[in-house]
């Protein structure tokens, strides 16, 4: 096993270099940049990059940025800017160096975890991520135990009674629930619960209320529960179905295997069978799963979450941060977040064995 996870290890390598470079290709091939943003701003284009800026009036013409990125040097409407400006721009942009030498600067300083600063907030990437990373755990944590708690007892029923009436009618309910996305769900909890047109129970903006550091422990919980119920909701109604299917499946896969008659020939009880033999089986891939469903929700499924439910987390970041091409934190957070995938991507292979312990995986070549 060691040898596996050494493999593994070694192979996420030329993985998330090659991601990287990818992704560098594209942006520098997209229309757009930083010091097009600046120029629009200089020229009144653009009426919010002050919010961008951060709202501090920061003289742009000698604002320390850090050159870990790209942009083709035509800037269009920059008639009337004074070149010497925007050749100053270029310099502390780093965009006066060749793009291979800028993406190996990137990348050599990736590897010593320095990501940088961001180009229009006066905070380092990995201060950015740390303040933003309290909401998306929030959500995708409780999302996907919640998701599972759900899901598996539903599907575990659902192979037992097969073509049962439950089955037929929770198989029309997942089926539903897979149809709507969760930001459409979103918007009707916000419309019936959150004073769009009927009840106005549960609050619509942030993770907390502002006298919550006023409050006692059990206040606090109760509060940021109260904020999550809403947001929460909506995400497990649309993460719920897939891993229900799967446990069903997964379970009639094996209901249907010799082992499982032999038990029954021997007289044991359906229960023991159940949860003493087919269980352990069939629970296999869904238990495996888990780490990547977590990163999954965390990363991919929250954006249009936070965005309608005003929670600044990783995914209004990153959709921030593209909207204004913020490379630092553009490749910042691609790096951290496609390291960490892969680490949980190793992790659920690992949890193949620990669920089974016939599984050997220092024999698998991959």
């Known amino acids: 096993m060691t040898s596996y996870i050494l493999r593994r290890l070694l192979l996420m390598i030329p993985t998330l270099f090659g991601i ?9 091939a997209a229309p757009g940049g930083p010091i097009q943003q600046i120029v629009a701003k200089l020229r ?51 965009f006066d160096k060749p793009a291979h030498e800028r993406f190996f600067k990137m990348i050599g300083n990736y590897l010593t975890f320095d990501f940088g600063k961001s180009y229009f907030r006066d905070q380092s990437v990995v201060s950015l991520v740390t303040s933003k990373l309290p909401v998306s755990v929030s959500l995708g944590l409780w999302t996907t135990l919640l998701v599972y708690l759900i899901s598996i007892p539903i599907g575990i029923k659902k192979a037992v009674h097969d073509g049962s009436a439950f089955d037929i009618w929770t198989s029309g309910v997942v089926i539903i629930a897979y149809a709507i ?31 919550w550091h006023s409050l006692n422990l059990f206040g606090k919980c109760l509060d940021y529960f109260w904020h999550l119920a809403l947001p929460i909701t909506a995400m497990v109604i649309g993460g719920f179905a897939k891993l229900t299917l799967l446990t069903k499946n997964s379970f009639l896969d094996e209901i249907h295997k010799q082992y499982v008659t032999t038990a029954r020939a021997k007289g044991l009880a359906e229960r023991r069978i159940l949860y003493g033999h087919i269980f352990r089986n069939a629970m296999l891939i869904v238990i495996a799963g888990f780490p990547m469903a977590f990163i999954h ?30 490379y630092p934190v553009m490749f910042g957070t691609l790096y951290m977040f496609t390291l960490l995938g892969m680490a949980l991507h190793l992790i659920g292979d690992m949890m193949y064995m620990i669920v089974d312990r016939r599984i050997d995986l220092s024999a698998s070549r991959g």
């Open 20 to 28: 990287m470079l990818i992704n560098f290709i594209i942006i520098q």
């Open 297 to 326: 929700i965390l990363f991919t499924s929250s954006l249009l979450i936070e965005v309608l439910f005003s929670l600044d987390g990783l995914g209004l970041l990153g959709f921030e941060s593209a909207m204004s091409r913020d």
């Open 181 to 211: 996305p969760s930001f459409l769900f979103a918007l009707f909890l916000i419309i019936v619960f959150a004073g769009g047109s009927f009840w106005n129970v549960f609050p619509l903006r942030g993770l907390t209320s502002d006298n």
């Open 44 to 94: 009144g284009q653009s009426s919010d990059l002050d919010s961008r800026l951060g709202g501090a009036g920061q003289d742009i013409g000698t604002q320390s940025i850090h050159g870990d990125s790209f942009q083709e040097h035509t800037y269009r409407g920059a008639q009337g800017i004074d070149p010497a400006l925007i050749k100053e721009l270029e310099i502390q942009f780093g």
